[in-house]
């Protein structure tokens, strides 16, 4: 394995990128760089602009090398493609849409969220570079597993300006407030980093059909009922407030349902038992 950080190689500059990986040539690449400041993304045209070149045009470019010296281009996208408006809901094998004339639906408790052959319709700046990326990808190589996931959690990166998760900031907070306002209007999944790993491994193990993969744990949920979660787990008794997304007053919008639905791999754990794994682990 290699790995390299931005300071390696700055993916926004297509002939680096030619040079350095054609020197190598792996047999996989895994690109996990991404821009994730959402609401710093609709800022100005500055940061959108840095958003488009990281996490649209990039994945074109590894698209382009993986191509010409024929490796598998892995790359991970977001729910936040979706817009939240049009969910779609899961039939019953065999359905033919008459539901008078048929017993399928009986005791049948249907998914609702995104499918990896569902619309992309993204309603913020930054779904709009993650969609960009997808179509770059799939435009400039055959060989190609593009990974939607939402929510990741796990043990910080060490790098500098890494972001915490939300667990992290929450359980901080709840360590030092009494009371912690956290939002109840937007509902889809978590991912723990560990699990993501190891499916991603699987998926490139196993030789699946190349495509889209949509890779979360089991289980859906607000911000809120994941903070209640957290809590509980901790024995923290904090008082969590269910606020509206509006009361916060966020540059960018945020889909209100974007649960991602797998129908092409076994399914990961429940995230209360991921998280409880990581609460374990995490010193």
Same mark, same amino acid.
């Given at each position: ?26 047999? $996989? &690449?895994?690109? !996990? ?6 609401? #710093?993304? @609709?800022?100005? =045209?500055?940061? *959108? ?72 319709k993204p309603i913020n700046k930054y779904g709009k570079t993650k969609l960009l990326g997808e179509e770059e990808a ?7 597993? $593009? &990974?939607?996931? !939402? ?6 990166? #060490?790098? @500098?300006?890494? =972001?915490?998760? *939300? ?108 998280? #409880? ?7």
């Amino acid at each position: 394995v290699i790995a390299w950080d931005k300071e390696d190689l700055d993916i926004t500059n297509e002939s680096a990128v030619h040079k350095k990986i054609k020197v190598i040539s792996p047999e $996989i &690449i895994i690109n !996990s760089a991404a821009y994730t400041a959402v609401d #710093k993304c @609709e800022e100005g =045209k500055k940061e *959108f602009t840095l958003a488009k070149k990281i996490n649209g045009l990039a994945p074109g470019y590894l698209a382009k090398i993986a191509k010409k010296i024929g490796a598998t281009l892995v790359h991970y996208s977001t729910d936040y493609v979706f817009s939240g408006e049009d969910p779609e809901i899961e039939e019953p094998k065999g359905c033919a849409h008459s539901c008078q004339s048929c017993m399928l639906h009986r005791g049948f408790q249907p998914k609702v969220g995104y499918f990896e052959t569902s619309q992309p319709k993204p309603i913020n700046k930054y779904g709009k570079t993650k969609l960009l990326g997808e179509e770059e990808a799939k435009k400039n190589t055959k060989k190609y597993y $593009i &990974i939607r996931t !939402s929510k990741i959690f796990g043990k910080p990166a #060490k790098a @500098e300006g890494a =972001k915490r998760s *939300f667990f992290d900031v929450i359980l901080e907070l709840g360590k030092k407030e009494k009371s912690v306002k956290v939002i109840d209007s937007e509902t889809s999944s978590f991912t723990y980093a560990p699990d993501l790993a190891r499916k991603t491994k699987e998926i490139i193990d196993s030789k699946k059909t190349f495509g889209i993969y949509h890779v979360v744990n089991s289980g859906a949920c607000t911000w809120y009922e994941a903070a209640l979660e957290l809590y509980k787990q901790k024995k923290i008794k904090t008082k969590v407030i269910p606020i509206d997304s509006s009361a916060l007053k966020r540059k960018a919008k945020r889909p209100e349902f974007s649960v991602l639905l797998n129908s092409k791999l076994n399914p990961l754990r429940d995230w209360k038992e991921a998280l #409880k794994d990581y609460l374990k682990n995490k010193n």
